[in-house]
C-alpha cells in the first residue's frame, strides 16, 4: 500500500502542472463572479449599447471627469453651495464638452424664469427700450426693491431711470437673483435651510423680476428669441414652458397706458412667431406650454384657473399641453386639498385624447410624511402630493425628492412608465439636496425610472444653461455617456408632444447626435499625451486553463494613451486583441492554444511601444469551471456560483482513494 501510495503521489507531482485550488473560491472563481457582475452592471447602465464611435466618446468623457475629480476633490463642486462655484463650473473642460451635447429638450423650465438677465440686460440697453428703463431703488417701493418697469411718461418718485444713472448691469445682478443675493447677504442662510431660502427670494423678489418686462410686447419676443438662441446654443431643441394664465401681455401707449391683449390674440402672435423662429432654425423641435396656478390659490381661484386653461387648450391643443401647480410645497396647498376641481379637470383630460395632462410638481419636499403641515386650513403633508399626482396619473413628476423614502413605489412608476424631472442645481440652491453626490436621482435612473434633466428657474438663480445641470449630475453621479444619451432620448418620449411630433423630434435630436459623436470622436482620437506613461497595477486572474480562452483584466493607469488605438495584449510571444474597459481598465484575452505555454510575461503593445505588466501568467492544463446554470444569469439579487474543479487533480484524488482501500 506504501508503495502504491508513493507512486501516486509521483505521479501528482510529475504529469499534473496544477496548483491545488482553494475550494469553493479561488482567484480564477473570483474573476469570473466579478465580471459576471459588472457585465450585469454595465447592460443596467446601458454601455453595451454604444457604438464603437461613442465607446471612444465615453472614454473621453470619463478622462474629463477624471481631470475634474483630480481638480476639484478637495473643493468638489457639486457638494458647494451653486453660488459659489458657478463661475469656476464654466471654466471646465467638461462643461464645454457637455454644452455641445445634444439634450434632446428642456422640460421643467418656467418661462420667465429662464433667461439670464444680463443678456435680457444687454438686450435692452441696446435697445430703444433702455429709454423708458425704470428701478424702484428707494425703501418706499410698493413693488419689491430692485424691481424694473418700463414708463413713458415719469413714474412717481420711488423710480429711478436706468439710463444716465450709477446702476450697471452687474449691480442689478447682484440685487436681484438668487446667487447674487445669498453671496452678499450678511448672515449666510445654511446650506439646507430650504424655508430660509426661499424666504429669501421672495422677499427679494426674485420670481418677480421680469415681471412686467416680459409682458411688454415688444421685449416679449425679443425675451422669447433669446432664450430660443440660447437653447439651441447648448444643444437643447424642445421647451416645454411651465407659465401662468395668458392675457397680461400688454402694449404701452405714450402716457403710459398699459393695453392688455387678449390670450387669443397673444396665443395666435406666438404661434406666428414660432413659425418664423423654426424655418429660420429647423434644429429646433418646437416649444409648447404647460399652464399652472399657484398652490396658494382659493379653491374657487383654482377652478376658475382651469375652466380658463381648459377653454384655451380646446383653442390651441397642440399648443397647450398641460397644467401644474407651482409654488413651495412646504409652504402651500397640497394636490389633497384642491382634489375636488381637480377630479372635475381629470375627467376633461381622459377625453383630451393625450392632448392635455397633468404635470405636478410633487415630492418637493425633505419633510417626512407626519411633518405638520404648514397651512392651517390644509391638513396632510406635503410628502402626500406624491400620491395625489399618481391617482391623477401624472404623466410626469416634478423634482419628485421625497419619492426616496418610499422605493416600494418605484415598481408603479416603473410598470407607469411616469418620468421624474429632476432639477440638481434647484435642488441645490433652494437647500433640498446640499450635497449632489446624496441627491436620490441617480438611484431612480439605476432603478429603471425614467429621469429627464432640467433647469427650473435657471436665470433667477443667477446662471442660464441647462449644461449647469448636466456638470453636476455627470460629476456627483459619474455618469456615463449611455446615461446622457439615455436622459436626452427620455427627454423627448416623456415630453407633451403628440406621438407623431415625438417620432419627428427624435429623428432630428438623432440627427445632431450623430454628428456631435463624430466630432467628438475626431477630438478623442487627436489628442497626444507627451508625458504619460502606461503603468500596470495588478492582473486578475494570474492564472487560467490552457484549454480555453478568458478574459484577463489588466488594472493600472495612464491608459488613456490607447483612445483610439490598436491594442495588442503579449502572452509571452502570442499575440490577441485588447478591450478598453475604461481608463484604468484593458481586457486581454489569453490565446486560444496554449498547449505550449507553461508561465508566461504579459505586456501590453501600444503603436509599437511595448509596456511591459511586470506580472507573470500560468496556464494550467484541464482547468475548467463548473457554472451552475440553474440560476439565470445575470440576476443580481442572487449569488453567483462558481465551483472550481481540476481534472487531474480529482483522477489523482481517486488513486489515493483506491491506494487506501488496496
Known amino acids: 500500500m506504501n508503495l502504491l501510495f508513493i507512486i501516486s503521489i509521483l505521479f501528482f507531482l510529475l504529469f499534473s502542472n496544477i496548483i491545488l485550488l482553494p475550494l469553493p473560491l479561488n482567484q480564477y472563481a473570483y474573476m469570473l463572479a466579478r465580471e459576471r457582475i459588472k457585465q450585469y452592471d454595465r447592460g443596467v447602465q446601458a454601455q453595451n449599447n454604444l457604438t464603437s464611435k461613442e465607446k471612444v466618446v465615453n472614454l473621453y468623457l470619463e478622462l474629463l471627469q477624471a481631470n475634474d475629480y483630480m481638480n476639484t476633490k478637495n473643493y468638489f463642486y457639486p457638494s458647494r453651495p451653486i453660488e459659489k462655484v458657478f463661475e469656476n463650473i464654466t471654466k471646465s473642460s467638461l462643461y464645454q464638452f457637455l454644452i455641445s451635447l445634444p439634450k434632446g429638450g428642456n422640460l421643467h423650465i418656467h418661462e420667465s424664469q429662464v433667461l ?16 423708458f428703463l425704470y428701478i424702484c431703488d428707494q425703501d418706499n417701493c410698493t413693488t419689491n426693491k430692485y424691481y424694473l418697469n418700463y414708463f413713458k411718461s415719469n413714474p412717481s418718485s420711488e423710480w429711478t431711470k436706468v439710463k444716465g444713472s450709477n ?24 446650506a439646507t435651510d430650504t424655508e430660509g431660502r426661499w424666504h429669501t427670494a421672495a422677499e427679494y423678489g426674485v420670481f418677480d423680476f421680469y415681471g412686467d418686462l416680459v409682458k411688454y410686447n415688444v421685449t416679449r419676443f425679443n425675451y422669447m428669441k433669446l432664450v430660443l438662441d440660447q437653447a439651441l446654443e447648448e444643444n437643447i431643441q424642445l421647451l416645454e414652458f411651465r407659465r401662468g394664465l395668458f392675457g397680461s401681455l400688454y402694449y404701452l401707449t405714450e402716457n403710459n397706458t398699459k ?20 424655418s429660420k432654425n429647423p434644429k429646433l423641435i418646437d416649444f409648447i406650454f404647460v399652464i ?9 381661484q383654482i ?10 387648450h380646446r383653442l390651441y391643443p397642440d399648443f397647450i399641453r398641460g397644467y401644474d401647480m407651482v409654488g413651495e410645497e412646504d409652504q402651500g396647498h397640497t394636490l389633497l386639498f384642491h382634489s375636488d376641481t381637480l377630479i372635475n379637470a381629470f375627467n376633461y383630460t381622459s377625453t383630451s385624447n393625450g392632448s392635455f395632462n397633468f404635470l405636478f410638481h410633487s415630492g418637493e419636499t425633505n419633510w417626512p410624511e407626519n411633518h405638520i403641515p404648514s397651512v392651517p386650513d390644509d391638513s396632510v403633508s406635503a410628502f402626500e402630493n406624491i400620491y395625489d399626482a399618481l391617482v391623477f396619473r401624472t404623466h410626469r413628476i ?11 413605489l418605484y415598481q408603479y412608476i416603473r410598470q407607469r412608465q411616469i418620468a421624474i424631472e429632476i432639477c440638481p442645481a434647484s435642488n441645490q440652491i433652494l437647500g433640498y439636496v446640499a450635497d449632489l453626490r446624496n441627491h436620490p436621482g441617480i438611484v431612480y435612473h439605476r432603478s429603471g425610472i425614467p429621469i429627464v434633466l432640467s433647469g427650473d428657474d435657471p436665470g433667477s438663480f443667477g446662471y442660464n444653461t441647462l449644461t449647469v445641470d448636466f456638470y453636476l449630475a455627470t460629476m456627483a453621479w459619474g455618469l456615463n455617456l449611455a446615461d446622457l444619451k439615455q436622459f436626452a432620448w427620455n427627454s423627448i418620449q416623456y415630453s407633451s408632444l403628440p406621438n407623431n411630433r415625438k417620432i419627428e423630434g427624435l429623428q432630428k435630436w438623432q440627427n445632431e447626435w450623430n454628428l456631435f459623436i463624430d466630432n467628438s470622436y475626431n477630438i478623442a482620437c487627436n489628442q497626444t499625451y507627451p508625458n504619460l506613461t502606461m503603468n500596470i497595477s495588478q492582473i486578475l486572474p494570474a492564472y487560467g486553463p490552457t484549454n480555453r480562452s478568458i478574459n484577463v483584466t489588466v488594472f493600472g493607469f495612464g491608459f488613456e494613451i490607447a483612445i483610439c488605438k490598436k491594442i495588442i495584449c503579449k502572452f509571452g510571444e502570442k499575440e490577441t ?51 451552475d446554470e440553474s440560476l439565470p444569469p445575470l440576476i443580481p439579487s442572487k449569488s453567483d456560483k462558481f465551483v472550481i474543479v481540476n481534472q487531474k487533480l480529482i483522477i489523482t484524488l481517486l488513486i489515493l482513494l483506491f491506494t487506501f482501500i488496496i
Request: contains cysteine; proline residues 5%.
Open 398 to 408: 416634478g423634482h419628485g425628492l421625497s419619492l426616496t423614502k418610499r422605493p416600494d
Open 167 to 190: 446702476w450697471t448691469i452687474p449691480e442689478i445682478l447682484k440685487r436681484t437673483t438668487l446667487t447674487g443675493i445669498l453671496n452678499n447677504l450678511e448672515t449666510p442662510i445654511y
Open 577 to 627: 486583441n485588447g478591450t478598453f474597459i475604461d481608463l484604468n481598465e484593458i481586457v486581454c484575452p489569453t490565446p486560444l492554444n496554449n498547449s505550449d505555454l507553461s508561465t508566461v510575461s504579459i505586456s501590453i503593445v501600444i503603436d509599437n511601444k511595448i509596456f511591459p505588466a511586470g506580472y507573470d501568467y500560468k496556464f494550467i492544463s484541464s482547468l475548467s469551471v463548473i457554472d
Open 303 to 312: 377652478k376658475t384657473h382651469l375652466n380658463n386653461i381648459i377653454n384655451l
Open 292 to 300: 399652472y396656478s399657484s398652490r396658494n390659490l382659493l379653491k374657487e
Open 259 to 278: 393695453i392688455l391683449i387678449n390670450p387669443t390674440e397673444e396665443l395666435d402672435l406666438l404661434l406666428k412667431f414660432k413659425k418664423e423662429y423654426i
Open 116 to 131: 439670464d438677465r444680463k443678456l435680457l440686460l444687454e438686450h435692452i440697453m441696446n435697445s430703444s427700450e433702455y429709454d
